[in-house]
């Protein structure tokens, strides 16, 4: 069983961190849940899922949500004394999923304003996964820039690319295939959608 912490910031694209959270979960392993403010407006919006305020009643509201009820955990943004936090305690894997561009420069600049951004530094510093899902089109020369630092630090840059290979036809396929390349990068075997050449 893996530790991941899973992240939701205010880019659009909140099904993909809930596809992964899902998955994850059923696969097993224990999924911390950081969501920015922005993350949980959006989250409300495309999704409609409103998350409570309280730290307890968020966490109850997510397992309920996810039918899980020991393996996942919420921490509020700025709680810096959850063991996310510290390295003596470095999960294995940290997905920002999706990931702004406001948060990809933070991070790229070594700033920890939040949580998440705390849990994206450690994980670089304790060299663990690192992948954030940018969901942002076009990129500026500043967002390839940071980009570029984040994975020159050993971070990985998953974009929210889908691929047609699989001929998807409905939008859950698509959201399907960009987690289950997630899933590919963290080592989790899953069977989301059948790799190319296997059916030749």
Request: charged content about 20%.
């Amino acid at each position: 069983m893996k530790k991941i912490v899973v992240g939701i910031t205010g880019a659009s694209g909140s099904i993909y961190g809930l596809r992964l959270i899902e998955e994850l979960l059923a696969a097993d392993h224990q999924v911390s849940v950081l969501l920015t403010n922005a993350g949980r407006q959006v989250t409300a919006f495309e999704t409609g899922l409103n998350l409570a305020d309280e730290a307890a009643d968020c966490q109850a509201q997510l397992r309920e949500y996810f039918n899980c009820t020991t393996r996942l955990q919420y921490f509020v943004i700025d709680d810096f004394f959850a063991p996310v936090a510290s390295g003596s305690s470095a999960p294995d894997a940290v997905v920002i999923c999706p990931c702004s561009m406001g948060t990809v420069g933070r991070i790229a600049s070594g700033l920890s304003d939040n949580l998440l951004e705390r849990a994206a530094d450690v994980a670089l510093k304790e060299r663990r996964q690192l992948i954030v899902v940018p969901r942002e089109t076009p990129f500026n020369q500043i967002h390839l820039e940071n980009l570029l630092r984040l994975a020159q630090a050993g971070g990985t840059i998953l974009p929210a690319m889908p691929g047609f290979y699989h001929q998807p036809q409905t939008l859950e396929d698509l959201v399907t295939f960009v987690v289950g390349k997630i899933l590919d990068t963290l080592c989790v075997p899953h069977q989301l959608f059948q790799p190319w050449g296997t059916d030749v």
